[in-house]
């Protein structure tokens, strides 16, 4: 990424963890939650020197002093969170890596915009996990292009907003029709559109998910930090 970019990537998240901005990626911050809000549950994010730590409201008075004890090393290890997971009795969701670009990959030409309401019909051909990672379950979904063989939609990449705008990718391809690459061609037609239109597009691949990791890097998206909550 550009340096314009990454400022403006950084910014975002210290305006969500509620930190001075040159705290980011070089500081270990642990604090209730900034424009989290009433996320009811642990929001965490780490690159670098730098781990940020958001907790809800209802945590109790000694989870963040241990927390703030706690070494970088141990901070970032998933193994860690996955045991505080268990200890707090919530769910982990992720880790997952963020990854951002800011050069424009050109769009695939047989992808076409579609209604929001036509994945509907892919969500009956994936298991609800695959649904609720895609993206294209979300409530704030603004845009989706699809590709269609012999009439039938296969794959689709949306756009939900990022830092106001429709840059966070999310993507979806039918079993049936995995193993082709289909991943690369929706979603850099969504990125194209992102990049465009408002200078950045964002893809949140969980870390177990090799396909989505490795479709990002094809498409020249850069890794940028790990990201991981409990609720």
Do not use: K
């Given at each position: 990424?550009?340096?314009e970019?990454?400022?403006f990537?950084?910014?975002?998240?210290?305006?969500l963890?509620?930190?001075?901005?040159?705290?980011?990626?070089?500081?270990?911050?642990?604090q209730?939650?900034?424009?989290l809000?009433?996320?009811?549950g642990f929001?965490?994010?780490?690159?670098?020197?730098?781990?940020?730590?958001?907790?809800?409201?209802t945590?109790?008075?000694?989870?963040?002093?241990t927390?703030?004890?706690?070494?970088?090393?141990?901070?970032?290890?998933?193994?860690?969170?996955?045991?505080?997971?268990?200890?707090?009795?919530?769910?982990?969701?992720?880790?997952?890596?963020?990854h951002y670009?800011?050069l424009?990959?050109?769009?695939?030409t047989?992808?076409v915009?579609?209604?929001?309401?036509?994945?509907?019909?892919?969500?009956?051909?994936?298991?609800?996990?695959?649904?609720?990672?895609?993206?294209?379950?979300?409530?704030?979904v603004?845009?989706?292009?699809?590709?269609?063989?012999?009439?039938v939609?296969?794959?689709?990449?949306s756009?939900?907003?990022?830092?106001?705008?429709a840059?966070?990718?999310?993507?979806?391809?039918?079993?049936?029709?995995?193993?082709?690459?289909?991943?690369?061609?929706?979603g850099?037609?969504?990125?194209?559109?992102a990049?465009?239109?408002?200078?950045?597009?964002?893809?949140?691949?969980?870390?177990?998910?090799?396909?989505?990791?490795?479709?990002a890097?094809?498409?020249?998206?850069?890794?940028?930090?790990t990201q991981?909550?409990?609720r």
């Open positions: 990424m550009q340096r970019s990454q400022e990537v950084d910014a975002w998240w210290a305006d963890f509620g930190i001075n901005h040159d705290e980011v990626w070089r500081a270990v911050t642990v209730p939650h900034a424009r809000g009433d996320y009811p929001f965490t994010a780490w690159r670098g020197d730098g781990v940020h730590v958001s907790l809800p409201a945590v109790d008075d000694d989870t963040p002093r927390l703030a004890r706690s070494t970088i090393d141990v901070l970032q290890s998933p193994e860690f969170w996955a045991s505080f997971a268990d200890t707090a009795q919530g769910r982990l969701i992720g880790p997952a890596t963020h670009l800011d424009d990959p050109g769009p695939d047989d992808v915009p579609i209604a929001v309401d036509e994945v509907s019909a892919l969500r009956e051909a994936v298991s609800a996990e695959e649904w609720e990672e895609s993206g294209l379950a979300d409530d704030d603004e845009l989706v292009f699809g590709l269609h063989e012999d009439g939609l296969v794959a689709a990449a756009l939900s907003p990022f830092a106001d705008a840059r966070d990718v999310g993507v979806l391809v039918v079993p049936d029709a995995r193993g082709r690459q289909l991943v690369d061609r929706v850099r037609t969504a990125a194209s559109h990049v465009r239109e408002h200078g950045l597009a964002r893809w949140v691949a969980r870390a177990t998910n090799h396909d989505s990791v490795a479709a890097q094809r498409l020249g998206f850069e890794a940028w930090c991981l909550a409990i």
